[in-house]
């Protein structure tokens, strides 16, 4: 199994900063698209970010100039860093990675892992 962990949420205030960890462990082969969602209270879970195996970034409208998505693939590691945060970016931040793994005997299989989510909560 590929275990995702996510840490660095929390509470600021309108205007500041956080970033956001996602950690991936287990036997990764590959990681395909790596992305960042979140769902505020009533709300469907939306995509905040996204980034392809070969770098390729989207984000919705709603975050582009503020949020970044990267990776470290040494320490497979997955941040999304958040600036000029506002009340409305309040929500629990999910991690989600799809690659390939290694399987039993060896061999490759698809994975596609969540994390357990993380609170942002932007308030004054």
């Known amino acids: 199994q590929v275990q995702l962990v996510e840490s660095g949420g929390g509470l600021v205030q309108p205007g500041g900063s956080l970033r956001l960890s996602c950690v991936a462990s287990?036997?990764?082969?590959?990681?395909?698209?790596m992305g960042w969602y979140r769902q505020a209270p009533g709300n469907q879970r939306e995509l905040v970010a996204g980034?392809?195996?070969?770098?390729?970034?989207n984000y919705a409208d709603s975050v582009k100039g503020r949020f970044t998505i990267s990776r470290d693939n040494v320490k497979n590691t997955v941040y999304l860093q958040m600036n000029s945060l506002k009340p409305e970016d309040t929500a629990v931040y999910s991690c989600n990675v799809r690659g390939i793994k290694w399987g039993p005997y060896g061999r490759p299989a698809d994975f596609d892992s969540w994390g357990q989510g993380t609170q942002v909560t932007v308030s004054s």
């Open positions: 980034m392809t195996s070969g770098g390729d970034t």
């Open positions: 287990g036997s990764i082969a590959r990681f395909n698209t």
